[in-house]
C-alpha cells in the first residue's frame, strides 16, 4: 500500500493546471511565447490604435505635442506668404526633432493648415514647402497610418496640380508615387482624386510628366483593385471635361481597338 500510494504521488503533474486558473486567455498566450523565445509584438501584433495610444503616453510626446500647438496657433496672425514659409519651416524642425515618434498631434489641425497653405493664389514658394511638409509627415506615420487618415491629409493635394507651377509639379508627382499609389488597395478611398490629377498631368503630352503620369497609372492599375481603378477611370471620364481627352487617350492605349481577350483572359484586367 505504501509503495502504491508514493508511485501515485510521482505520477501527479509537477505544476497543477490551476496554477493558470488567474489568467486571462490572453496571458497565458503571452507567457506561452515568452517561454518559446518569442517576443509578443512579434505574434500578435498590436493594432494601430495600440500603438498610438501608448505614443500619446509618451512624455516626448507631451513635448512634441506642446511645440507643434504653440506652431499651429502662429498661422492665424499670417500677414504675407512669406510668413506661411516661416511658420511651414517651424513645423519641419519640429517634426525633425520628434522623429523618433511615428504619430502625429491633432493631425486634423495640421491637416487643416497644409491645406490652407495649398491654395491656388499662394506663390509656389508656399506650395513647395508643404508639400516638403507633406514629405516628412508621410515618411514618418508610414503606409498604414497614411491609409487610414487619408481623409484628413488628402484635402487639396490632388487639385493642386492643375495650378502648380513647373516646379511645383515634379515634386508633386514624386509625392503621388511614394505615398499614394504604393498604398495598393489602401488607396480606394483616395482613387477618384488621384487618378483625376494623373489624368490632368497627361495633359503635356510628350513630356516627363506624361511619361511619369502614364506609369503611375499602370501601377495602380495593377495594384489596387481594378474595379475601383475603373470605377476612378470612368468617373473622370464623365464628370471632367478637362481631363475627358487623357481619359480616352489611357483606356484607348489599355484597350487597344480590335484587340481580342487571350483564351481563358476574361477581361477584367488592363493590358498593362
Not at 25 to 46: D, I
Not at 48 to 53: G, K
Not at 109 to 134: D, E, I
Request: proline share 5%; charged share 20%; net charge positive.
Amino acid at each position: 500500500g505504501r509503495r502504491a500510494g508514493r508511485r501515485r504521488e510521482l505520477r501527479r503533474p509537477f505544476i497543477s493546471p490551476t496554477v493558470f486558473a488567474p489568467f486571462s486567455s490572453r496571458q497565458l498566450e503571452l507567457h506561452a511565447m515568452r517561454s518559446a523565445g518569442g517576443g509578443a509584438s512579434s505574434v500578435l501584433p498590436q493594432s494601430l490604435a495600440e500603438q498610438d495610444a501608448l505614443h500619446w503616453r509618451d512624455a516626448k510626446f507631451r513635448h512634441f505635442r506642446d511645440e507643434m500647438d504653440s506652431a499651429l496657433a502662429q498661422f492665424v496672425y499670417a500677414q504675407e506668404w512669406a510668413d506661411l514659409i516661416r511658420y511651414l519651416q517651424r513645423m519641419q524642425r519640429i517634426l525633425t526633432k520628434y522623429a523618433q515618434l511615428p504619430v502625429i498631434p491633432d493631425k486634423i489641425a495640421v491637416a487643416k493648415r497644409l491645406f490652407q497653405c495649398l491654395n491656388s493664389s499662394l506663390p509656389s514658394g508656399v506650395h513647395l514647402t508643404t508639400l516638403q511638409t507633406y514629405e516628412l509627415i508621410f515618411s514618418r506615420i508610414g503606409a498604414a497610418r497614411l491609409a487610414r487618415d487619408l481623409a484628413f491629409y488628402t484635402e487639396g493635394i490632388f487639385t493642386l496640380y492643375r495650378h502648380a507651377s513647373y516646379q511645383v509639379k515634379p515634386v508633386l508627382l514624386d509625392l503621388f508615387e511614394r505615398h499614394f499609389v504604393t498604398l495598393g488597395a489602401g488607396v480606394v478611398p483616395c482613387l477618384p482624386g488621384l487618378v483625376l490629377a494623373l489624368l490632368t498631368a497627361m495633359e503635356d503630352v510628350g513630356s516627363e510628366y506624361h511619361a511619369r503620369a502614364v506609369r503611375q497609372l499602370d501601377q495602380l492599375a495593377r495594384d489596387a483593385p481594378i474595379g475601383a481603378f475603373m470605377s476612378a477611370v470612368w468617373g473622370c471620364l464623365l464628370r471632367n471635361a478637362s481631363v475627358r481627352l487623357q481619359a480616352l487617350h489611357y483606356l484607348a492605349m489599355r484597350f487597344p481597338v480590335g484587340a481580342a481577350p487571350a483564351a481563358g483572359d476574361d477581361g477584367g484586367r488592363l493590358s498593362v
